[in-house]
Every structure is written in structure tokens, then in C-alpha cells.
């Protein structure tokens, strides 16, 4: 099965619009930036979202390097929030190809120009989960969830939340059964509210599906499969459909 975030990179980012539009940052650009903030790299705040913030005060080194590059970028762009949405896609398009040191990087710089991008956010949620931080990664994409603007991207924000909050509970352990049903409850609330908005998004009927066996509820997740079969979903994970079939008697 394709991770939640294969689906985010694959899937939402071609229904971005304006990703259409943005063309490929430059290389003058990549090493403008990166004079700016060569000392900041040495910084261990570059590997975290946000540069660690609020938890982290940025040096001063740092401040000043993000001052300069929002400065350069915004004047070259027109506006922080059309800045931010071309370094979120080039973050978008490295996770991509595999490469999160780079995309995080991007999406940090993408948050430092407008730190209501959701986008940001989405990535930050992407590369923690990738990393197998899920807890943390909830807590991203909630923001990004309160932040999206855009009706289209919020259902697979929404569907991608979910399966990360599913994927999170069935990871606990056995003596963790109360934060369980807790993770499962916002994970059943995510792919509901996705489907309110767009009720043929066929990931959220996946997803939704396998979130339900995860909590052993076979005749929900049958019925959730076959309209994710109907909208011609991605396929499910092999044995998935035949071992749902023998747990429910009615299913054909």
C-alpha cells in the first residue's frame, strides 16, 4: 500500500492550480538563499518544522538571513502568501523525489514567508510521519486543517489526517487502549468531514475502510470498501478485500 503522503504528493498536488503555474526555482535563486542562511544551517533548529519554534529562539544569525531572503523573495514575487506557495510546491516536488532534508528545508522557508500557509504545515505532517513521528505530525496537520482555505485541498487534507491519526492509534501498544479509541474517534471525524465536503473523494473511502478493520468494525469497513471500489480507488493492499469478505457474512 502507498503511504498516505505518496497519495498527498501524487494525487492533491495535481489538483493544485497554481502548482501548474509555478515554475522550477532557479539555481541563482537556491544559492542566493543559501548564502543567506549558511550559518543558520550549522543550526540544529534547521532540521525541525519552523525552525523549532516556539520552543527554539532562533539566533540572531537567523533572524536576520530570514529577514533578508522574505525581503528579496516577496519583492521578486509580488506577496509573502504567493512567495510561500512557490517554495511549498518546490518542497512538495523534493519529498517527491525523495529528498526530505531538502523539502523540509523548503517548507521551513515557505512558513518564514507566510506562517499561515497551510501548505507549510501539510509538509511539516508529511516528513514527520515519513519518519515514523506520527504524534507529531497530527499536531501539523491540525493546524494545516484550521488553516486551508480551499475547499478541494481540505478533503484530502482531511482524509490524510485521518489515516495518520489511524495509523497512530493501531501502533500503540496494548496498556495505551484509552488514547486509542481517542486516535480512532479523530480519525473516523477526519474522513467524515472530508466526505461532507466532497462525497466521491475515493481515498477517504479507502482509507476509511482500512482505519474501520483497525478497529474491528467489518461490516462499517465493507460498506466503506465498496464505494471505494465503486470510485475506483486506489486497489487496497493485497488479501485486504478476501480477509474483510470473511468477516462479513453479507458481503459479495
Known amino acids: 500500500m502507498k503511504s498516505i503522503f505518496e497519495e498527498v504528493v501524487i494525487q492533491s498536488r495535481d489538483a493544485f492550480q497554481w502548482g501548474k503555474r509555478t ?26 518544522p519552523m525552525y523549532g519554534q516556539p520552543g527554539i ?19 521578486e514575487y509580488g506577496s509573502p502568501a504567493a512567495t510561500s506557495r512557490v517554495w511549498a510546491a518546490q518542497g512538495w516536488a523534493s519529498l517527491r523525489n525523495g529528498k526530505p532534508e531538502l523539502a523540509l528545508q523548503q517548507f521551513n522557508q515557505a512558513w518564514l514567508l507566510n506562517s499561515q500557509d497551510y ?6 505532517g508529511a516528513i514527520l510521519s515519513e519518519q515514523g513521528r506520527l504524534g507529531e505530525a497530527t499536531e501539523q496537520l491540525e493546524v494545516a486543517s484550521r488553516l486551508v482555505d480551499e475547499p478541494a485541498q481540505k478533503v484530502a487534507l482531511l482524509s490524510d489526517l485521518g489515516s495518520v491519526y489511524s ?7 496494548e496498556d495505551k487502549q484509552l488514547d486509542r479509541a481517542q486516535h480512532f474517534v ?26 474501520l478493520v483497525r478497529q474491528e468494525r467489518y461490516s ?5 470498501a465498496k464505494r471505494a471500489i465503486e470510485l475506483k480507488a486506489e486497489p487496497f493492499p493485497a488479501g485486504f478485500l478476501d ?8 458481503a459479495k
Do not use: H
Open 186 to 211: 479523530s480519525a473516523n471525524r477526519c474522513f467524515a468531514e472530508s466526505l461532507e465536503i466532497d462525497r466521491n473523494y475515493a481515498p477517504s473511502w479507502r482509507e476509511w475502510a482500512i482505519s
Open 243 to 250: 480477509d474483510l469478505r470473511k468477516k462479513v457474512p453479507e
Open 220 to 224: 462499517e469497513a465493507w460498506i466503506k
Open 57 to 75: 529562539v532562533p539566533p540572531d544569525d537567523l533572524k536576520k538571513a530570514g529577514a533578508l531572503f522574505a525581503q528579496q523573495k516577496t519583492t
Open 119 to 124: 501548505q507549510a504545515f501539510w509538509g511539516f
Open 23 to 48: 515554475a522550477s526555482v532557479s539555481c541563482a535563486m537556491m544559492l542566493t538563499l543559501g548564502a543567506a542562511l549558511a550559518m543558520a544551517q550549522a543550526q540544529p533548529a534547521e532540521t525541525l
Open 167 to 173: 495509523e497512530l492509534a493501531a501502533r500503540l501498544p
